[in-house]
T-cell receptor, first 120, second 112 residues
Framework: GAVVSQHPSWVICKSGTSVKIECRSL??????MFWYRQFPKQSLMLMAT?????????EQGVEKDKFLINHASLTLSTLTVTSAHPEDSSFYIC????????????????FGPGTRLTVL | AQSVSQHNHHVILSEAASLELGCNYS??????LFWYVQYPGQHLQLLLK??????LVKGIKGFEAEFIKSKFSFNLRKPSVQWSDTAEYFC??????????FGIGTKLQVIP
């Protein structure tokens, strides 16, 4: 159990276009999903925390108007990179915490396989 | 801000050698600690985690890690590595608010 999928797995787009990435928890409900970005030879950097039914919480330095996050259901969160530019090219990874449980802060995160975005 | 340091960025070992990957974190309060592994072409998977209790934690595939609070460390160990352990290993820490901070990762290459 605890499978997280991402779609698409890779995408190439032209500069100025918008790209939507989906993150789904396939066999569990996730009240909280996280979006990370990973540059080559660097660690995962948390971009935002997405809570079902409420606005996402963005990390410092992440433009919320550029990286739109929607968490409309307990199994789906989307990240839209608006007006993408070459510097947005990266590997985007989502993760999800299982819903429920008294100790929410100790829940394990389950990761999706990532989406490789290349902006030309 | 919290930070996580992984000292070895690239480790090459022969099969049957012992492994220890270092991880240190900067936060002084109560923390939850994780090691994740990413095998080639696959996504991140949880290897083991420490929340409380016995500071020596055993995970999957023969891995273990020891939490030493006084040293702010959570080193990963395996007594005898196999070729299939070739992967990238990430140490991660959270302060109890779900937000997790990752280390830069250590690439382990095991030579048959």
């Amino acid at each position: 159990g605890a499978v997280v999928s991402q779609h698409p797995s890779w995408v190439i787009c032209k500069s100025g276009t918008s790209v939507k990435i989906e993150c789904r928890s396939l066999d569990f409900q996730a009240t909280t999903m996280f979006w990370y970005r990973q540059f080559p030879k660097q660690s995962l950097m948390l971009m935002a925390t997405s809570n079902e039914g409420s606005k996402a919480t963005y990390e410092q330095g992440v433009e919320k108007d550029k990286f739109l996050i929607n968490h409309a259901s307990l199994t789906l969160s989307t990240l839209t990179v608006t007006s993408a530019h070459p510097e947005d090219s990266s590997f985007y990874i989502c993760s999800a915490n299982r819903a429920g449980g008294a100790l929410v802060s100790t829940d394990t995160q389950y990761f999706g396989p990532g989406t490789r975005l290349t902006v030309l | 801000a919290q930070s996580v340091s992984q000292h070895n960025h690239h480790v090459i070992l022969s099969e049957a050698a012992s492994l220890e990957l270092g991880c240190n974190y900067s936060y002084g309060g109560t923390v939850n600690l994780f090691w994740y592994v990413q095998y080639p072409g696959q996504h991140l998977q949880l290897l083991l985690k420490y929340f409380s209790g016995d500071p020596l934690v055993k995970g999957i595939k023969g891995f273990e890690a020891e939490f030493i609070k006084s040293k702010f460390s959570f080193n990963l160990r395996k007594p005898s590595v196999q070729w299939s352990d070739t992967a990238e290993y990430f140490c991660a820490v959270n302060e109890g608010y779900q937000k997790v901070t990752f280390g830069i990762g250590t690439k382990l290459q095991v030579i048959p």
